[in-house]
């Protein structure tokens, strides 16, 4: 089997996908307009700034979660249940045309995500 098949320990995919979340969420707040050229002009500019900041926030949770013996179980909680979301929204509203299809980028990613979350190290999964 290749290198890829190897699990990863779960406090790695806390630290990455925090990261992957602070950054996603930061950059609509430090730079709206590159941002909407990416994803598609927004009407609700409160909204987008919102959803950015929540998405910062989980980043913040998750990377400080990585660093705490017990902290994996909750990013891992955190990331499955913020990715499994933002998966579910890629994939009802980009084909409604409410979402530019860019979106579907983020969906790869939420999918990855998962798929990382689920095939963490056994030893430091959470089971519950």
Excluded: C
Excluded at 34 to 43: A, I
Excluded at 61 to 79: I, Y
Aim: hydrophobic share 50%; net charge positive; proline share 7%.
């Amino acid at each position: 089997m290749g290198r890829s098949s190897l699990p990863v320990p779960t406090a790695t995919i806390a630290a990455a996908h925090g990261v992957f979340n602070l950054v996603g969420g930061l950059w609509p707040l430090v730079h709206l307009r590159s941002f909407e050229w990416v994803f598609g002009p927004k009407t609700d500019e409160w909204l987008q700034m919102t959803t950015g900041g929540l998405l910062a926030g989980v980043g913040l949770t998750q990377l400080a979660a990585a660093a705490d013996p017990e902290g994996p179980r909750h990013a891992r909680r955190v990331g499955l249940v913020t990715a499994v979301t933002l998966l579910a929204v890629d994939l009802v509203y980009v084909p409604k045309r409410r979402l530019r299809p860019t979106y579907l980028l983020d969906a790869a990613m939420e999918a990855a995500w998962i798929a990382a979350w689920l095939r963490g190290t056994p030893a430091t999964r959470d089971t519950r």
